[in-house]
T-cell receptor, first 114, second 113 residues
C-alpha cells in the first residue's frame, strides 16, 4: 500500500521568501507523484506531476518539485512567495494499486505574510 | 467552461434522508473518481469508473453509498439514510487514460443536521 506524509500542517513565510513544502511517500513500485493546490471552498487544481524522466518538474505559478528516489521525497518549492500563493497544498501518489486512484497527504496550509 | 462540474454545490439535509449528487466530467475523459474530504484532511478515495464500469470501491464506501455512471458520461453518488458522519465535501474528478493526474470539480459540500 502507498502512503504520503506531509511534514508541517501549517507553513508561514513572508512575501518574497522561499517556499518549501515537504512531502515524503511510500510505494512498492516507482510512483507517480502530484502536487495539488486548493483555495477555500474550491476543488483541487493540479500544480505539477512527476511520472517518468526528468526528476525536476516545473509546474504552474512558478512552483517546481524534485523527485528524489533515495529520499522518497517530492518537496515543492517556489523561489519567491506571493500573497496569492496562500492556500492548502496536497501531495499525492499513484502507485501500484489497481484502481489507479490517488492517495493524498494530509495537506499543508501555506500562509504568506506581507 | 469545459472543466468538471458538480451539482449541487451545497446540500443541507436531515439525518436519515437520502441525497444524490451529480458529476459531469470533462467530455473526453474515460476515468471518473469520487473522493471525500473532511475538514483539515486530504481527499480520500471512494470509488472509480472507467467508462461505465465501476472498477474499484473503497472500504469507506458503506452499503449506504452507491455510485453509477450509466452511459460512461455523467455520474451520480447517492447516500441513503444519511448520518452526521457523512458531512463532508464530496469531490468528483476525471482523467484520460494514462499517467496524468485527475482534474477535480468544485465539490459538493454536504451538511447533515
Amino acid at each position: 500500500a502507498q502512503s504520503v506524509t506531509q511534514l508541517g500542517s501549517h507553513v508561514s513565510v513572508s512575501e518574497g521568501a522561499l517556499v518549501l513544502l515537504r512531502c515524503n511517500y511510500s510505494s512498492s513500485v516507482p510512483p507517480y507523484l502530484f502536487w495539488y493546490v486548493q483555495y477555500p471552498n474550491q476543488g483541487l487544481q493540479l500544480l505539477l506531476k512527476y511520472t517518468t524522466g526528468a526528476t525536476l518538474v516545473k509546474g504552474i505559478n512558478g512552483f517546481e518539485a524534485e523527485f528524489k528516489k533515495s529520499e522518497t521525497s517530492f518537496h515543492l518549492t517556489k523561489p519567491s512567495a506571493h500573497m496569492s500563493d496562500a492556500a492548502e497544498y496536497f501531495c499525492a501518489v499513484r502507485g501500484d494499486n489497481a484502481g489507479n486512484m490517488l492517495t493524498f497527504g494530509g495537506g499543508t496550509r501555506l500562509m504568506v505574510k506581507p | 467552461d469545459t472543466g468538471v462540474s458538480q451539482d449541487p454545490r451545497h446540500k443541507i439535509t436531515k439525518r436519515g434522508q437520502n441525497v444524490t449528487f451529480r458529476c459531469d466530467p470533462i467530455s473526453e475523459h474515460n476515468r471518473l473518481y469520487w473522493y471525500r474530504q473532511t475538514l483539515g484532511q486530504g481527499p480520500e478515495f471512494l470509488t472509480y469508473f472507467q467508462n461505465e464500469a465501476q472498477l474499484e470501491k473503497s472500504r469507506l464506501l458503506s452499503d449506504r453509498f452507491s455510485a453509477e455512471r450509466p452511459k460512461g458520461s455523467f455520474s451520480t453518488l447517492e447516500i441513503q439514510r444519511t448520518e452526521q458522519g457523512d458531512s463532508a465535501m464530496y469531490l468528483c474528478a476525471s482523467s484520460p487514460l494514462g499517467t496524468g493526474g485527475e482534474y477535480f470539480g468544485p465539490g459538493t459540500r454536504l451538511t447533515v443536521t
